[in-house]
Nanobody, 114 residues
Framework: QVQLVESGGGLVQAGGSLRLSCAASGRTFSRYAMAWYRQAPGKQRELVAS???????NYADSMKGRFTISRDNAKNTVYLQMNSLKPEDTAVYFC????????WGQGTQVTVSS
């Protein structure tokens, strides 16, 4: 069992940056594949980026070159550095952990103004 708590969301102007953090409880964080998803109003939840237990990363096409996912197993934390933000990045961002099953955080709102 793992609990996930996101932080770092907020309001930012287009072109700005934000860094999201997701702190996980438990002592087996390194066993979990981690990911960030987002859900905009009226849209389905979509994958933003993922990072495996060994640090391999994967990004949705629209985030490549702008977003960076990373993890610090010593701190039980996964990060999402978001640069060159666009209004269409506005969404609730969710942290996801996977080990035999999915675990979700409560989400953090990111709003990008034009």
């Amino acid at each position: 069992q793992v609990q996930l708590v996101e932080s770092g969301g907020g309001l930012v102007q287009a072109g700005g940056s934000l860094r999201l953090s997701c702190a996980a409880s438990g002592r087996t964080f390194s066993r979990y594949a981690m990911a960030w998803y987002r859900q905009a109003p009226g849209k389905q939840r979509e994958l933003v980026a993922s990072i495996s237990t060994v640090g391999s990363t994967n990004y949705a096409d629209s985030m490549k070159g702008r977003f960076t996912i990373s993890r610090d197993n010593a701190k039980n934390t996964v990060y999402l550095q978001m640069n060159s933000l666009k209004p269409e990045d506005t969404a609730v961002y969710f942290c996801n952990a996977y080990y035999h099953r999915d675990y979700w955080g409560q989400g953090t709102q990111v709003t990008v103004s034009s």
